[in-house]
């Protein structure tokens, strides 16, 4: 059945760090891939997409691009802040499969 | 008031009460769902509503029923909870059958301590 795997955290970086958290998945067909992000004591938030392979999706200066021959759809950010300390979720869609999360810690 | 309400954002409850939460979406979806969120584990999801019916239970105990009395609005009804049910409860909508390329909209959950 589809699945997804991320890299395990916490992840802790330090501010303007740049950014990789890995997202490997496993499915049948061509599903749309997302990544969510949740701050503290809030629910998740869409963060970016890319409903096809080789589709970069973008957004608050993090990237990911759909590569259908690595199965992957890692998150990246050239420098992350203080700000962006969170969890994040890769999922994939139609129904909505989560990874396990990834906690970011950005120390100043 | 838009997108997607969960109340209460707090609740305490001993294993013998009955409580609900609440769960409403402005956003004109027609898809609701219950996911659980517990720590260090990956989301769960409970329950799916396409269009008022219930089309998925993930093997949730019977202490948790769910209620969809229209497509704007999902409860959660609870009773006689174990202290392993605490957690974060999270509501989420989206357009049903559109679901693969837009993803959902979450609410902000309610956390939920069962003493």
């Known amino acids: 059945g589809n699945s997804v795997t991320q890299m395990e955290g916490p992840v802790t970086l330090s501010e303007e760090a740049f950014l990789t958290i890995n997202c490997t998945y496993t499915a049948t067909g061509y599903p749309s891939l997302f990544w969510y992000v949740q701050y503290p004591g809030e629910g998740l938030q869409l963060l970016l997409k890319?409903?096809?392979?080789?589709d970069k999706g973008s957004n608050k200066g993090f990237e990911a691009t759909y590569r259908k021959e690595t199965t992957s759809f890692h998150l990246e950010k050239g420098s992350v802040q203080v700000s962006d300390s969170a969890v994040y979720f890769c999922?994939?869609?139609?129904?909505?499969?989560f990874g396990q999360g990834t906690e970011l810690s950005v120390k100043p | 008031e838009t997108g997607v309400t969960q109340t209460p954002r707090h609740l305490v409850m001993g294993m013998t009460n009955k409580k609900s939460l609440k769960c409403e979406q402005h956003l004109g979806h027609n898809a609701m769902y219950w996911y659980k969120q517990s720590a260090k584990k990956p989301l769960e999801l409970m329950f799916v509503y396409n269009f008022k019916e219930q089309t998925e239970n993930n093997s949730v105990p019977s202490r948790f029923s769910p209620e969809c009395p229209n497509s704007s609005h999902l409860f959660l009804h609870l009773h006689t909870l174990q202290p392993e049910d605490s957690a974060l409860y999270l509501c989420?909508?989206?357009?049903?059958?559109?679901?693969?390329?837009?993803?959902?909209?979450f609410g902000s959950g309610t956390r939920l301590t069962v003493v």
């Open positions: 989420a909508s989206s357009q049903a059958g559109r679901q693969g390329g837009y993803g959902y909209t």
């Open positions: 890319a409903t096809k392979a080789d």
């Open positions: 999922a994939l869609g139609g129904k909505l499969i």
